[in-house]
């Protein structure tokens, strides 16, 4: 399938890639520039930000509670950005969007960023918010059941570290892992994955562009061969929570993310990838207002919410 129309009326104003250096800050402030006003984002019961106090540090979360009921499922969200990009407020919607759609109390993590942070500091402040969610679990109005993570891109990346990194700690409270689009395979050798040569020119996200975006990270002690930095080299995926990978048709992504769901599944977790046809890379965030792409909200609460799940692996 062609991409989908609309996204290709946005991609056809992007400038062409010129190879000059990135600057973290003037595209961090551009995105900031980018986020709606507070009156016209989707309206909840409640929208707070607090400080989890962790054993890493003092890490700012925003929580998204949904209705006034008193006790939630609990989802903790990481956002994307190459681990560079990306905020609270830039993720804003996708939270919100989270939250309505499935149920749960969602605790949007604003973690490190890289260059100033290297590994592994956003990936240890997303797992210490995991924790902490569990611990404080009464005081958030957590009903004891569901304790998800979810995260889109390099957020999805921490999602996948985040699982092995609990079930090596014997940290068990992680019910369910949602992977958008993830970014889960560092070594960007073109030849690795056909869809990183499919889709390499004219979708957004290019192919040559996968190594200076996350150069930011890589430089700062991240090691690509290291499960942890890649997950998909994790060699025993066994014992890992059921899994929702969300791939994109249009994204050089697509297959490492497709692989993972695979691989999961047959190591006995119960994995489902779903491709949304006609997407790019980055649609969660930036083409959700599109109906068939708003969709992968809707999907996530199914999966969440779903009574079963746990008696064997299957991709489909």
């Known amino acids: 399938m062609t991409i989908h129309p609309e996204i290709a009326k946005i991609l056809s104003t992007l400038p062409a890639p010129d190879g000059s250096p990135l600057d973290p800050e003037a595209m961090r402030a551009g995105e900031a520039a980018q986020v709606p006003p507070a009156e016209q984002r989707e309206p909840l019961h409640a929208v707070v930000d607090v400080t989890a106090v962790t054993p890493t540090g003092e890490i700012p979360v925003r929580i998204y509670t949904p209705t006034g009921a008193e006790t939630h499922g609990l989802l903790v969200y990481f956002h994307g950005g190459a681990f560079f990009l990306g905020s609270l407020d830039t993720h804003d919607h996708v939270a919100r969007a989270l939250a309505k759609e499935t149920g749960h109390k969602v605790i949007s993590v604003g973690y490190r960023l890289a260059p100033e942070a290297a590994f592994p500091a956003g990936l240890d402040d997303c ?4 924790r902490w969610a569990a611990a404080q679990g009464e005081n958030l109005g957590w009903d004891g059941a569901n304790l998800a993570i979810a995260g889109d891109s390099s957020g999805g990346n921490f999602v996948a570290a985040v699982a092995a990194k609990a079930h090596d700690d014997g940290f068990s409270r992680i019910t369910h892992q949602v992977l958008f689009y993830p970014s889960l395979d560092l070594d960007f050798d073109a030849d690795r994955y056909a869809s990183l040569r499919e889709n390499a020119e004219g979708y957004g996200l290019e192919t ?3 190594a200076p975006f996350n150069a930011f990270y890589l430089d700062g002690g991240a090691d690509p061969a290291d499960p942890l930095v890649s997950p998909i080299k994790r060699q025993d995926l066994a014992g890992l ?12 992504l697509r297959d490492e993310g497709e ?7 047959e190591a006995g977790v119960d994995a489902t990838v779903s491709r949304y046809k006609g ?7 930036n083409f959700s207002w599109i109906p068939e792409f708003y969709r992968v909200f809707e999907e996530t609460g199914e999966f969440l919410n779903a009574k079963a799940g746990l008696d064997g692996g299957t991709a489909q």
Not at 241 to 250: C, G, K, N
Not at 259 to 265: D, I, S
Not at 279 to 285: A, E, K, P
């Open 127 to 130: 797992y210490a918010v995991v």
């Open 259 to 265: 692989l993972y769901g695979l691989r999961l599944a």
């Open 241 to 252: 929570p059921p899994a929702l990978v969300i791939t994109a048709e249009h994204d050089p």
């Open 279 to 285: 997407s790019n890379h980055g649609f969660v965030q």
């Open 208 to 210: 040559e562009g996968l």
